[in-house]
């Protein structure tokens, strides 16, 4: 009998899904847990992040650093640091973008378990051991969310675990919320903030396996570039069964958008969002959820026209006509992923209505095949 890794269901499929990149086996010699970090241009971040990581007191890891094309002194500071198990530096003087860097770093990954780590972001020395642990006791969790803080606000969340509204707009869990021990409960939510969180490989591979990117069988999906990428990961994931949890324990802070932000994340969140709408959510329920959907739009689309003089606001609404003119250029993503999905219309709108968390012990996930 043919083995093919978890998720893998034929050899043609095998052959096909090889051209993502990914590496599916996990060797013998390989560390359990790979910690990716993507950068670009962050040469002031990456001590604070690399020195909390190797601060860590769970060491079975490798540490893959991806350079995405900066031009200030990161390459040079990077190579200084014995302690970086890979550097890999993608080409040219421009920035490829979030997706293509996380990408890059998980063809290069081993490592049972995959976690993705901003490059400003600075966790506390037991956050990994604490991801790593909460995924070991909770077998049917295959990603795990942290708690992110804010950077120089420490007792304010920037994330307890994130959802996705009906309307099409998500959200982060608890923030700007001051840490009152409301999110002190290890709960299962709707999905991890790619800034600090752990991914079981076998996840990502059924995930690139089903489709849904452009390339085909990515685990990020190209055409967003950047922006909204994870929600899109944790929309595809909920729509294959898999589900996360939130470790309380497992702590970080955040600076937000360190290394982005601006104009150019309200170009990609507007036109992002709208692409997300037509590639990921299912027929039924974007029917049923019509006038919210398009009241959420309208409302950011007056709100940015308040603003029209900010460069901000005119990048969002460029964003938006945009994603409001393109969005059929997903729907060959959106065959692939409808058509793999395990969960029914129902079943993943009842999904979407977890905002606040749910009880491990009180919830089992019922499958229609």
């Known amino acids: 009998m043919d083995y093919f890794p978890p998720g893998i269901r034929n050899q043609k499929e095998y052959k096909r899904i090889q051209n993502s990149k990914f590496i599916f086996h996990i060797s013998a010699k390989a560390h359990r847990v790979s910690v990716i970090i993507p950068t670009h241009n962050g040469e002031h971040l990456l001590p604070e992040c690399l020195e909390a990581l190797w601060r860590q007191s769970y060491r079975d890891i490798e540490t893959i650093v991806v350079d995405d094309a900066s031009t200030d002194g990161t390459h040079a500071l990077l190579v200084g640091y014995p302690e970086v198990t890979t550097l890999e530096t993608l080409p040219g003087?421009?920035?490829?973008?979030?997706?293509?860097?996380?990408?890059?770093?998980?063809?290069?990954?081993?490592?049972?378990?995959?976690?993705?780590?901003?490059?400003?972001?600075?966790?506390?020395?037991?956050?990994l051991g604490e991801l790593v642990g909460a995924l070991d006791r909770n077998r049917w969790a295959g990603m795990a969310a942290s708690?992110?803080?804010?950077?120089?606000r420490p007792n304010t969340f920037h994330s307890t675990g994130d959802y996705y509204g009906l309307d099409g707009?998500?959200?982060?869990?608890?923030?700007?919320?001051?840490?009152?021990?409301?999110?002190?409960?290890?709960?299962?939510?709707f999905g991890?903030?790619?800034?600090?969180c752990?991914?079981?490989?076998?996840?990502?591979?059924?995930?690139a396996t089903s489709g849904g990117t452009q390339p085909p069988y990515r685990v990020l999906d190209p055409q967003l570039w950047m922006y909204c990428?994870?929600?899109?990961?944790?929309?595809?994931?909920?729509?294959?069964g898999h589900r996360t949890v939130y470790v309380p324990t497992a702590c970080a802070r955040h600076r937000l958008s360190a290394t982005g932000g601006g104009a150019l994340a309200s170009y990609y969140v507007g036109r992002n969002l709208i692409y997300l709408i037509a590639?990921?959510?299912?027929?039924?329920?974007?029917?049923?959820?019509?006038?919210?959907?398009?009241?959420?739009?309208?409302?950011?689309?007056?709100?940015a026209i308040r603003h029209i003089r900010g460069e901000a606001s005119r990048a969002r609404l460029r964003g938006m006509a945009v994603g409001l003119l393109t969005w059929?250029?997903?729907l060959p993503s959106r065959r692939r992923i409808i058509s793999s999905r395990i969960l029914s219309t129902r079943q993943f709108e009842r999904e979407l209505r977890m905002r606040r968390g749910r009880e491990i012990t009180n919830y089992k996930l019922q499958i229609t095949n």
């Open 93 to 127: 003087t421009k920035g490829h973008g979030f997706v293509a860097a996380v990408n890059a770093g998980l063809a290069k990954s081993r490592g049972e378990i995959v976690v993705l780590l901003n490059n400003d972001a600075v966790p506390d020395p037991g956050w």
């Open 147 to 152: 708690k992110l803080m804010l950077y120089d």
């Open 169 to 189: 707009v998500p959200h982060s869990r608890g923030v700007w919320e001051a840490d009152r021990g409301q999110f002190n409960l290890e709960e299962e939510v």
């Open 192 to 196: 991890p903030c790619a800034a600090a």
């Open 198 to 207: 752990a991914y079981r490989r076998s996840v990502l591979l059924d995930v």
């Open 229 to 240: 990428e994870d929600v899109d990961l944790n929309l595809r994931a909920r729509l294959r």
């Open 279 to 303: 590639k990921d959510l299912p027929l039924r329920l974007i029917l049923r959820n019509l006038p919210g959907i398009a009241l959420a739009q309208l409302r950011f689309a007056i709100e």
């Open 328 to 330: 059929p250029r997903v």
